[in-house]
C-alpha cells in the first residue's frame, strides 16, 4: 500500500534554532502533501498544501515564513520550522494523496517537536 | 471553508455496548467523509468511509450513516471491545484528493 515515510520521529530543540521535518512516500508519488499540527488533546489542523514545482498554499494565520514548506520533488516535501519558539512544540503530520479517484490519503507516522 | 463539528468530546461505554458519534458539516460540495481512529502519538487510521452517494456503509462492528439534506453524518461502533478505546476523528473533502478538514475529536473509553 501507500506509504509516506516522515522523519524525525521526535526532535527536541533550542529556542530560536530551525528543525527541518521530512516526508517521502515510498511507493507512489505524492503530486499533493498536506501538512498537519496537532496539540496535545486537540484536533488535527491544516497547516498548508504544497504541491509539487510549485509554493505551498497556506491557511489563514499560519505564517508562512516561520513554516518553510518544500515540495521539490513527487517523493518528498519538507516542513522547516524556522525561529523555533515553545508555543511551536507540537506534533506534526504529512498526509498525502495517493489516489485522488479513490481519495486515498496516507499519513507520515509525525514528529514530536519540542523546544525549550 | 469547510467546518466540520464533532460531539460528544468524550465517550464513556461499558464493554460490549455500543457507542454513537455524529459529525456536522458545512460545505454541501463534500463529497468524502472518513473516519479515523488515533492513539495516542501516532498517526491517524482510517477505519471507514463513506461517499455522498451512499447513505449507509458497514464492515463487522462499524458503520458509518450519511444524511446529506442534513448535513451530517455519524459513526456506529457495536459490541465494543476496549481495544476500541482511542480518539475517533471525522473528516470532510469535496473530494478528488483534495484537503479533508477534521472534527474536533471524541475520546472513546471502552470500560471493562
Known amino acids: 500500500g501507500a506509504v509516506v515515510s516522515q522523519h524525525p520521529s521526535w526532535v527536541i530543540c533550542k529556542s530560536g534554532t530551525s528543525v527541518k521535518i521530512e516526508c517521502r512516500s515510498l511507493?507512489?508519488?505524492?503530486?499533493?502533501m498536506f501538512w498537519y499540527r496537532q496539540f496535545p488533546k486537540q484536533s488535527l489542523m491544516l497547516m498548508a498544501t504544497s504541491n509539487e514545482g510549485s509554493k505551498a498554499t497556506y491557511e489563514q494565520g499560519v505564517e508562512k515564513d516561520k513554516f518553510l514548506i518544500n515540495h521539490a520533488s513527487l517523493t518528498l516535501s519538507t516542513l522547516t520550522v524556522t525561529s523555533a519558539h515553545p508555543e511551536d512544540s507540537s506534533f506534526y503530520i504529512c498526509?498525502?494523496?495517493?489516489?485522488?479517484?479513490?481519495?486515498?490519503?496516507?499519513f507520515g507516522s509525525g514528529t514530536r517537536l519540542t523546544v525549550v | 471553508g469547510e467546518n466540520v463539528e464533532q460531539h460528544p468530546s468524550t465517550l464513556s461505554v461499558q464493554e460490549g455496548d455500543s457507542a454513537v458519534i455524529k459529525c456536522t458539516y458545512s460545505d454541501s460540495a463534500s463529497n468524502y467523509f472518513p473516519w479515523y481512529k488515533q492513539e495516542l502519538g501516532k498517526r491517524p487510521q482510517l477505519i471507514i468511509d463513506i461517499r455522498s452517494n451512499v447513505g449507509e456503509k458497514k464492515d463487522q462492528r462499524i458503520a458509518v450513516t450519511l444524511n446529506k439534506t442534513a448535513k451530517h453524518f455519524s459513526l456506529h461502533i457495536t459490541e465494543t471491545q476496549p481495544e476500541d478505546s482511542a480518539v475517533y476523528f471525522c473528516a470532510a473533502s469535496t473530494g478528488g484528493g483534495n484537503k479533508l478538514t477534521f472534527g474536533t475529536g471524541t475520546q472513546l473509553k471502552v470500560e471493562l
Open positions: 511507493d507512489f508519488q505524492a503530486t499533493t
Open positions: 498526509s498525502a494523496t495517493w489516489d485522488r479517484g479513490l481519495d486515498g490519503y496516507t
